[in-house]
């Protein structure tokens, strides 16, 4: 039986961790991807972060590329914290503080790169 709560609690925090990473995806290496076309090598694909990536589907030279909605990330989240669940709020948190570090991280790495 602990074994289970601690299981269902930890599977909490996944999705809370998982919906605050795409609450604050930015689409910007999707639309690089979807603006390169053809001339990608898989070297430069692997490098971009496309977690908030639903779909992507490639014809000739356009590229169509599709979102996860960020809205209902959100609206998931919110819902979430609104349980009567008393782990959830720790749990919220303790994803958020822990996600509140990468956007940071990627904004410094937006600087380095040379366009």
């Known amino acids: 039986m602990q074994y289970e709560k601690s299981l269902a609690e930890n599977a909490g925090g996944l999705a809370l961790r998982l919906l605050l990473r795409l609450a604050g995806y930015s689409a910007q290496d999707g639309v690089k991807l979807a603006l390169s076309g053809e001339e990608a090598c898989p070297e430069a ?39 009567n669940d008393s782990a959830c709020p720790t749990e919220f948190y303790r994803a958020l503080r822990e996600s509140a570090s990468q956007p940071q991280q990627a904004l410094e790495d937006d600087g380095e790169h040379d366009d």
């Open 45 to 83: 694909i692997a490098a971009l972060d496309l977690f908030g990536v639903s779909s992507l589907k490639c014809s000739g030279t356009s590229c169509e590329v599709k979102f996860f909605d960020r809205l209902r990330a959100i609206e998931l989240l919110l819902a979430l914290t609104r349980t």
